[in-house]
């Protein structure tokens, strides 16, 4: 059987992997919320480079997640490109002031307001990636649903979510046989045909992985009926750990984060830290 | 809220599996470096099949699941995915596709659908990217826009199609009579 | 006598969205601490009966029943599903279905989590059971690191953990080999001597059951229980195959040899057989007579050759080593051997879903390389083992022509082609009814229509009647067995040994990886050794030959197989 690996969960001795599900995902949501809210450059680097601190900790080497980083590369690159192609003299509004550095062509200058404006919501997003990375890599998958019944998730859609987990190489090994059998009958997605009909040949491989998949969903309905799925209001987790003294600490140091960044950024009455006008 | 059914909660658990494995599966499409999502067929087909909440959670959990092992999550256009099962689910409650279909509840989906995608495209996730990364409005309006019209034609093409196929397969025995 | 944990009193039911009963004047008692074999073809209504039992009926199915059903004293109807859950635990044939933790330890503690059982009570208890199962080495592995049989070990402690004092297994031998399979009934056995509670096995495969002792069976047809006896005595009985079911092969060997089944020859099992020295006289005298019974087909020449093939899915795993053998033009060849042994990537590999490591396959002669999965499917063709997850198309005919859209054929030709396939699959007076209206049998003609319509020399059929009762079983072989006298070459991956014995006169042996044999279907399940390396099962003519001191039981067999096609061909002629 071909061997899948979804969250790519890498199993290492280290604090970060021994702290809950619960307190990483706090983390996750806080350092989320932060870096969403902010886009005080100070705040931003701050949070970049205690990501990168708890990343060394945890073990994790950057080889083992070189396609993810890949991907987030060629992502921002895309979008940063796509502001410049839209809107070169965004930084210049934000920032309330222009300072040309040198043109291009066109109405294509180089400002230093816009550069700012590209570092800034470059920041926002690469700030993120430790720690979701580090979420996803060094949280064991079976904590992911007690934990968000324990920050006050229904257990019924933390349980959606710990199925949705255990579904995925069965539904991808699924797509892979089914689309394999239809390839051999000259359905192929991947060809040159025209848009319209690589559409309607995906529905010979789509119609039935999904009339399957309800029957699955059936089968599995039954089976958790069976075995009193919703008996009670509440229900235990044979994979959820007690909070320790570090879970506590790193719960208190993210929330700590994210309302003294929250502070920060807001301290000048905006959520831009703004060196131009300082300057002025 | 209602509490959700078991039979709901595993569509939503096998519908967000199903989201992640299609969102992964890249199918080049005309357009450079943008794919045809056949995720949102899927989720429109199944918040059809099994309401608005299953609709919401089964792109939000997908879609999370997605970016998590790509990029980092962005929040705006996981939101909208949500959103696009809501409305979706909301509009086509009363449909009930198990008794059958023809031309006018297609019609009432695909209506359906293309509001949710325009709504979900062309406002939630832009205005949520304004909110959360300020970023220029004509560059997240241009984005909504492609993202809007692609999934509208693969929902429109892929999740008509799947819908036909879904009720006529399991439409009950007739009677049918063998001709030579 | 005890109270019935189960009591059914002229009970019927008709599901909600059907027109007609599904179940007709139940009467049944299942007593605590009982074995009993529910059995009967495919829509006799024996897993309706299973799940009035669980409550599934009506919680998850509704409906209307008529007169009175009782488990463990209390009406179904007037309890939550969860109450009953307490009492009866399912084994539902699905394994993966079954499945829902993310690891063994968590599937087993499922339902401990829904009772709020606190954590350390919770890890207690699944130790116990899963020492219990013989599963408690693997508390951390994940579902797709199982075998078929470990799963079912999951599933079963994970309602063990309830203290049920019923335990019902739908079909539990469906989707396992055949030595896992054997292994299902021993543990079942085990588990009901150690729990004593009333065990209730659904299952058409007879002889497999009985492996392990059964107290009683109860036998449905068309909704209605037409039997329910000791086991003894409804083998003595004689109406089985008109039923669907399929007596086990030693009784039908004593049949053919005129030896009446009574209830003194302790016809449960092999083993327990009580022959006289006549008895055996009368079946060597039928082995004899048998001897010019069958000959050997004339030799053709290679069709398809495999040559050093070596392929893994990833580089530390080899799923398959230096595997050659060769198929000759118009054979009919099983492909066995256990879960994972490398079956289905052969096939995968012949298709060119996927490209070996090293060595190379050849059609005809000619290397196929090179050849895109296209090009191969118009000489190969490949049937998955679910017809659900082929047919895309809502009507037959579409569903058929499918394949021929993507060439550039007229019109014309294309009706052409699709008419000749439908007639040469018996579907042609369907040809204008949507597939929903078929049966499983029918459908896997459609999907079998759907490839034959590309004109392949050799078709390669993943588990062709996996989970089918014998009238499906027969169907579907008479089917491929019809094709492949119209000059098909059809190589077959199974676990059924009926099938392999009965249709394919040769079979290759897959263990690990590794070609372990090559050689006649009869030769394979003669060689103990053989047996036990590949997971497979000796059939029961080999004990019972040795019984009636007939020397040669691989010959036994061979006679018994051609005997009994000769003896189906009269019937249906």
Known sequence: ?280 | MKKLSVKSVVAIGIGAALFFVLGKVAIPSPVPNTNISLQYAVEAVFATLFGPIAGILIGFIGHTLIDATSYGPWWSWIIASAFVGLVIGLATMKLNVEDGIDSKKLIHFNVAQVIAHVLAWGVVAPVLDILIYAEPIEKLFAQGLMAAVANIITTGVVGTLLLLGYAKTVVKKGSLEKED | MAQPIISFRDYGFQYRAQATPTLHHINLDIYPGEKVLIAGASGSGKSTIGSCINGLIPYAYPGENTGELLVGGKDPKKESIFALSQMVGTVLQDTDGQFIGLTVGEDIAFALENDCVVQDEMKRIVEETAKLVDIDHHLEYAPHELSGGQKQRVSLAGVMVEKVKVLLFDEPLANLDPAAGRAAIELIDEVQERTGAAVIIIEHRLEDVLWRKIDRIVLMEEGRIVADMPTKAFLADTMLLEHGIREPLYLTALRYAGVPITEKLEPQHVDSLQLSEAHKEKVRAWYRDNEDIGEAGAQKRDILSVENLSFGYTPEVQNLKDVSFSIKEGEMVSIVGKNGAGKSTLAKLICGFEKPTAGKICLEGRDLSDDTIKERASRIGYVMQNPNQMISKPLIWDEVEMALLAGDMSAGERKERVEETLKICGLYPFRKWPVSALSFGQKKRVTIAGILVQQPRIIILDEPTAGQDYHHYTEIMEFLKSLNEQGFTIIMITHDMHLMLEYTPRAIVFCEGELLADTTAAHVLNDPDLVRRANLKETSLYTFSMACGIENPQKFTERFIAYEEAHRRKQEG
């Open chain 1, 1 to 280: 059987m071909a061997r899948v690996a979804i969250l790519n969960y890498i199993k290492r001795p280290s604090p970060v992997h021994e702290l809950t599900g619960t307190a990483k995902l706090v983390f996750f949501l806080a350092w989320s919320v932060a870096s969403m809210v902010t886009f005080d450059t100070r705040v931003l680097i701050c949070m970049l480079l205690i990501g990168a601190v708890i990343f060394k900790i945890s073990q994790i080497k950057i080889r083992d997640i070189s396609v993810v980083l890949g991907l987030a590369a060629v992502f921002l690159l895309l979008n940063n490109f796509f502001i410049y192609l839209f809107t070169p003299e965004y930084g210049v509004e934000v920032y309330e002031s222009r300072n040309v550095l040198f043109p291009i062509v066109g109405r294509y200058t180089v400002t230093a307001q816009q550069l700012f404006y590209h570092l800034n919501i470059t920041l926002k997003v690469i700030c993120v990636v430790p720690i979701a990375l580090l979420f996803i890599a060094c949280t064991d998958p079976s904590e992911f649903a007690s934990s968000l019944a324990r920050i006050g998730v229904s257990y019924r859609a933390g349980y959606a979510v710990s199925l949705a987990l255990r579904y995925i190489p069965d539904v991808q090994r699924e797509y892979r046989n089914i689309s394999q059998a239809q390839q051999a009958r000259g359905i192929d997605l991947s060809g040159k045909d025209k848009l319209f009909t690589r559409l309607k040949n995906s529905v010979a491989i789509l119609l039935p992985l999904i009339m399957s998949s309800i029957n699955r969903i059936e089968v599995v309905s039954n089976a958790m009926e069976l075995r009193g799925f919703g008996k009670e209001k509440k229900r235990t987790w044979y994979m959820q750990r007690k909070l320790q003294k570090n879970d506590w600490l790193a719960i208190g140091f993210a929330l700590a984060v994210l309302v003294i960044g929250l502070g920060v950024t807001f301290s000048n009455g905006s959520r831009y830290y703004n060196p131009f006008m300082e300057a002025l």
